[in-house]
């Protein structure tokens, strides 16, 4: 079976433009769930969807949305770039509505200039 | 205080070595932990997940669970050039919570 994809691998952007990040999860699996991660740091929540519900948000500006579709793949979008926002995007997907254990797409990163 | 503490290392080891990474966490109410490996510019792997006190064990691999104390611990026995990547921890509370919050890492280094 395919594990988590994410589209695309690297992008650079420009500061105040938008980006849509994409995720497909590991067939069966409802859960998405969004997080960031600098260098050094420990992923930090973003988004979560089930059942393509927001489950949770983490504390990120508003400038930050996404959605769930009804195959479950993900869009995680983002307004008016800043250089701040440079850093892996990660998608991690959950197999049950009760299973704790999340699993990794290869990441975005994105470069803000 | 952070909720999810790591030391930053690099802790480092001779390969055929035990490595003994620790985590500690804040929130009492913790019932969920788990230990990811991250390969310099990849995306964290899945390695361990443990939701009882004690010693669970996967190959080379240990998790060590004290909820007493809230820290929980990974071993690696034997350790491997190939082992050398941050390790993360993250912990999940009881509270309708299916969300992690991860520590920092640590990075291994494993010395042939």
């Known amino acids: 079976d395919a594990g988590v994809t994410q589209s695309p691998t690297h992008l650079i952007k420009t500061r105040g433009q938008h980006v849509t990040l994409r995720c497909s999860p590991i067939?069966?699996?409802?859960?998405v769930s969004w997080y960031q991660q600098v260098l050094g740091q420990g992923p930090q929540f973003i988004f979560q969807?089930?059942?393509?519900?927001?489950?949770g948000r983490g504390n990120f500006p508003d400038r930050f949305s996404a959605r769930q579709f009804p195959n479950y793949s993900s869009e995680l979008n983002v307004n008016a770039l800043l250089l701040g926002d440079s850093a892996l995007y990660l998608c991690?997907?959950?197999?049950?509505?009760?299973?704790?254990?999340?699993?990794f797409g290869p990441g975005t990163r994105l470069t803000v200039t | 205080q952070k909720e999810v503490e790591q030391n930053s290392g690099p802790l480092s080891v001779p390969e055929g070595a035990i490595a003994s990474l620790n985590c500690t966490y804040s929130?009492?109410?913790?019932?969920?932990f788990f230990w990811y490996r991250q390969y310099s510019g990849k995306s964290p792997e899945l390695i361990m997940s443990?939701?009882?006190?004690g010693d669970k064990e996967d190959g080379r691999f240990t998790a060590q669970l004290n909820k007493a104390s809230q820290y929980v611990s990974l071993l690696i026995r034997d350790s491997q050039p190939s082992d050398s990547a941050t390790y993360l921890c993250?912990?999940?509370?009881?509270?309708?919570?299916?969300?992690?919050?991860f520590g920092r890492g640590t990075s291994l280094i494993v010395h042939p």
């Open positions: 969807y089930y059942e393509k519900e927001e489950r």
């Open positions: 991690a997907t959950t197999g049950t509505s009760s299973s704790y254990e999340q699993y």
């Open positions: 929130d009492r109410g913790s019932q969920s």
């Open positions: 443990i939701y009882s006190n």
């Open positions: 993250a912990v999940m509370t009881a509270r309708g919570s299916y969300i992690p919050t």
């Open positions: 067939s069966g699996h409802k859960s």
